[in-house]
C-alpha cells in the first residue's frame, strides 16, 4: 500500500494478516447471535462485527464470512435480528458459532425464543434485540455486509453484557 505523507515522503506499508488479527483482538466488541429464517427453518450465527451506522434511518451493519453455509440464505431471507447476548448467555457464543458441530435445532433449543415483527427469532433475556430488514448488501473481501434497516427493538432488563476482548469473553455492566 502507498501512502502519501504530508512530508510529500511516499511510504510503503504492508500488514500482515496476524498483525492485523492481533490488533483487532484488542478491539473489544459486543457478542451477539444474529437470526433469520433460512429455507428449513431458523438460522443463527454469533457476530461480533456489529455496528451502528445511522439513526435517521435506524439502520445497523453486521459482517458475515461469504464462506458461511448460511450466508446466501440469510441473504435471501431479507431479514435479521441482532441479539445482544447478556453475560449470563456465553455458552450460547461458541453453540452458535458452530464450534460443537450442533445442527440449527440443536443450537436453537439452548435458550428461549419469541418471534420478531419480521418472523425472525428473538434471544429471550438478550440484553437487546435489533430486528431489521436487509436494506443493502455490499460484498468486501472475505465478507458480505448486511446493512439492516431497524424495524423493531425489544430491550431486555439485564445489566451485564458479554464483550469479547484479547480472544476470550468479558461481562461488563452492573
Known sequence: ?????????????????????????????????????????????TASAVCSVTDDPPTLLVCMNRDSVLNEAFKASGIFCVNVLAASQQALSPLFAGFDGGTMEQRFAAAGWQEAVTGAPILVGAVASFDCRIA?????GTHSVLFGEVLAITEGTTCEALMYFRRTYHPIGA
Open 1 to 45: 500500500m502507498l501512502i502519501l505523507c504530508r512530508t510529500g515522503i511516499i511510504a510503503i506499508m504492508t500488514v500482515s494478516l496476524a498483525e492485523y488479527r492481533d490488533a483487532m483482538a484488542r478491539l473489544g466488541a459486543a457478542v451477539n447471535v444474529v437470526t433469520s429464517l433460512g429455507p428449513e427453518g431458523r438460522i443463527g450465527f
Open 136 to 140: 443493502q448488501v455490499v460484498e468486501v
